[in-house]
């Protein structure tokens, strides 16, 4: 039904009246942390990033965002990409990418060609990132497709996910050439860049074997293509960190099958039982819906998903139940490069504020399931030559940093060590994992102590939907904070670190000049607040904070 001119404006004045409203009230909100109470390590999980899309990477805006990532923390970023594998003359489009790695002449003898998959890991390691190698997908020469089947799918935004499948995603004919393909590629990689430096990498083979649209081989035959792969990897390097499977979800029949395949199952490439493993790893997707004119998350779907795969491997065979664990895709929902009004979210603060939550949480699951989290893999990116704010699900749009990048940037000011952190509004877990965030917002911190004992604490302010509501007037006060006088505050909100609200104010120009990307460029950076004084209020440290709805806050004690 298309509603007529005068309904639309009067539901534009109500939501505009409705957000003034929202804008001059706030609720009062206490966080308490305590620098004597210490909880554990906590792991940068956050420093994994991905996207099906290898040869965006060497492009102009993709070599920008790589380099901002190895900024966060340098060396200690890792990057997975789909189609590192596939054949083709390395042109980017969506949902697809090659380097043409492998082909065979006419006598079916195999012809390696390094030169594209090195310019992509070349420009990794030159701004500090490092691969989570996928060993995927199959290249031409080594498909068992039908001669009927395209090798490369034609998919494009707003089409059927389904048709994302071709050629690539099929078994190999011959398992063997696909093992001395993958040894004579690791061997070349440890050559390239040295033992020392692929020994730090992550080695997992294909992706979301357990759907349709990556793999149209069995269970069994997955296990096999994994472990030729293995073997080859070992052959080259024996002290390689290999595993998987990086199932869709927390893997179903498929995970089952390979937690007792890898311990007790026979390597169909060694004859012997089981498949080195040192990493295990899964992924985990929320659900947005479109709802009443709005956008409404699925954290609670999302969490589900994550703390059903901590359970699985907790309950593994005792090898592996204190195996590393990576989330190799961790997100909002399934497809980066699909439309939809559902999925609305992405150029503004719901994503950052729903990041920051999401990850919050997920620390906390793992930390309940004893569980050993190694990654938390957002799989965002950018997309190159695309309309400026296109929707898509990505880091950056034409090399201006959105704000969900800025949250990250946070995260890399974490220090190594958990303290105590109390909010009287954070949200109780098992209820976000139930039932998501649909009535109280969830106003939550979590602290850190760092190597030189500085205290950092991000706080959040997230409510799943996307609608305008009061902000947190937060009293946060520190027990046990050493002589720390000041502190300094990085924001994320409408008004703080954020480029798409600038865009907008600008009249969101689809081209805007070399004036205009200026602009962007500066708002789109995350900067210190004042160095603001402490008080102290009965003993304790004591700082005033005010964070809208959707906001994100990074205190340090200085």
């Known amino acids: 039904m298309r509603l007529a001119r005068p309904a639309i404006a009067a539901l534009a004045a109500a939501f505009v009246a409705q957000a003034a409203t929202a804008a001059t009230t706030s609720f009062q909100v206490t966080i308490r942390v305590d620098a004597a109470r210490s909880e554990g390590a906590l792991p940068p999980a956050w420093r994994f990033f991905g996207a099906d899309e290898p040869n965006y990477a060497t492009m102009k805006d993709g070599r920008k965002l790589i380099g901002e990532l190895g900024s966060l923390r340098p060396n200690e970023v890792y990057f997975r990409t789909h189609n590192l594998l596939n054949t083709g003359d390395g042109t980017s489009a969506f949902k697809w ?39 995927g997908f199959m290249p031409k020469a080594l498909s068992s497709a039908p001669a009927s089947v395209p090798y490369q799918h034609s998919w494009r935004p707003g089409y059927s996910y389904d048709l994302i499948s071709g050629g690539w995603g099929y078994p190999p004919k011959d398992y063997g050439k696909w093992r001395e393909l993958i040894y004579q590629w690791t061997l070349h990689n440890v050559q390239r860049y040295g033992r020392k430096e692929v020994e730090t990498w992550y080695f997992e083979v294909w992706n979301e074997a357990n759907g349709p649209a990556y793999w149209k081989g069995t269970h069994e035959e997955f296990y096999k293509l994994h472990d030729f792969a293995v ?30 395949h890898v311990v007790s199952g026979q390597n169909a490439a060694t004859g012997t039982v089981g498949t080195p493993t040192d990493f295990l790893s899964f992924h985990a997707k929320g659900q947005p819906l479109f709802v009443d004119g709005h956008v409404r998350m699925g954290i609670g779907r999302h969490l589900s998903q994550v703390d059903e795969g901590f359970a699985k491997i907790a309950a593994a065979a005792p090898s592996l139940r204190t195996k590393p664990i990576v989330i190799g895709e961790s997100d909002p929902e399934g497809c980066a490069a699909c439309p939809g009004p559902q999925n609305a979210y992405r150029n503004g603060t719901m994503y950052s504020s729903y990041t920051a939550a999401s990850m919050a949480r997920i620390w906390d699951l793992a930390r309940r399931r004893k569980v050993t989290l190694d990654g938390i893999l957002a799989w965002s990116f950018t997309f190159e030559d695309q309309p400026w704010f296109a929707g898509y699900r990505q880091l950056a749009t034409n090399g201006i940093d959105l704000p969900v990048l800025n949250v990250f940037r946070m995260m890399s000011k974490l220090g190594p060590e958990r303290i105590e952190a109390t909010s009287d509004h954070q949200l109780d877990l098992d209820a976000v994992v139930a039932k998501g965030v649909r009535a109280d917002p969830d106003v939550g911190a979590l602290a850190t102590r760092g190597p030189g004992g500085n205290i950092g604490v991000l706080v959040w302010h997230y409510h799943d939907d996307d609608l305008p509501g009061p902000d947190a007037a937060i009293q946060l006060s520190f027990a046990h904070s050493g002589k720390a006088s000041h502190a300094t505050v990085w924001n994320v909100d409408a008004d703080h670190a954020n480029a798409y609200a600038a865009w907008k104010a600008m009249g969101s120009p689809q081209s805007p000049n070399e004036h205009q990307v200026a602009e962007l460029e500066q708002a789109s950076k995350l900067t210190p607040g004042a160095h603001q004084p402490l008080k102290v209020v009965r003993g304790a440290a004591t700082l005033e904070l005010r964070v809208p709805r959707q906001g994100v806050a990074f205190v340090q004690l200085d």
């Open 97 to 135: 990418g090659s380097t043409d790695i492998y082909k065979e002449d006419a006598d079916g003898k195999p012809i390696y060609d390094w030169t594209v998959v090195d310019r992509i890991i070349d420009t990794y390691r030159a701004n500090g990132v490092r691969p989570y190698l996928q060993l």
């Open 231 to 260: 073997d080859g990897v070992r052959r080259a390097l024996p002290t390689a960190r290999v595993g998987g499977p990086d199932s869709a979800g927390p893997g179903g029949a498929l995970m089952d099958g390979f937690l007792a």
